[in-house]
Nanobody
Framework: QAQLVESGGGLVQPGGSLRLSCAAS????????VGWFRQAPGKEREGVSC????????????YYTDSVKGRFTIQRDKAKNTVYLTMNNLKPEDTAVYYC???????????????????RGQGTQVTVSS
């Protein structure tokens, strides 16, 4: 059964760091575009970052929403079939549930957003507070 499982969330002070993991099983993530998005209480879902699949002309290109550029990094680990979101210099406004999603075939990153996907994880809570 194909699925995505996120982990790595938690409580961190402003200025701290976390690394979120999005582990895939049942399919090879390298052939899928992968996006991270987040949703805070009372707010709309927001695309945080997206990385294109390695087998397209975009060849693993990465995209970020403006508010996280320079602070967040999306990376693939092919051997572990996992995509990471490393988050540095975290701010209270980064507090949200973070989800990863994977889209294959004709599903592509639209900038920092993955608008359509085949699989989505259950989410992991990130809380930035002193």
């Amino acid at each position: 059964q194909a699925q995505l499982v996120e982990s790595g969330g938690g409580l961190v002070q402003p200025g701290g760091s976390l690394r979120l993991s999005c582990a895939a099983s049942g399919f090879t993530m390298d052939y899928y575009a992968v996006g991270w998005f987040r949703q805070a209480p009372g707010k709309e879902r927001e695309g945080v970052s997206c990385t294109s699949s390695s087998d397209t002309t975009s060849d693993g290109r990465t995209y970020y929403t403006d508010s996280v550029k320079g602070r967040f990094t999306i990376q693939r680990d092919k051997a572990k079939n996992t995509v990471y979101l490393t988050m540095n210099n975290l701010k209270p406004e980064d507090t949200a549930v973070y989800y990863c999603a994977a889209g294959g075939g004709s599903y592509y990153c639209s900038g920092n957003v993955l608008p359509k996907y085949d699989y989505r994880g259950q989410g992991t809570q990130v809380t930035v507070s002193s």
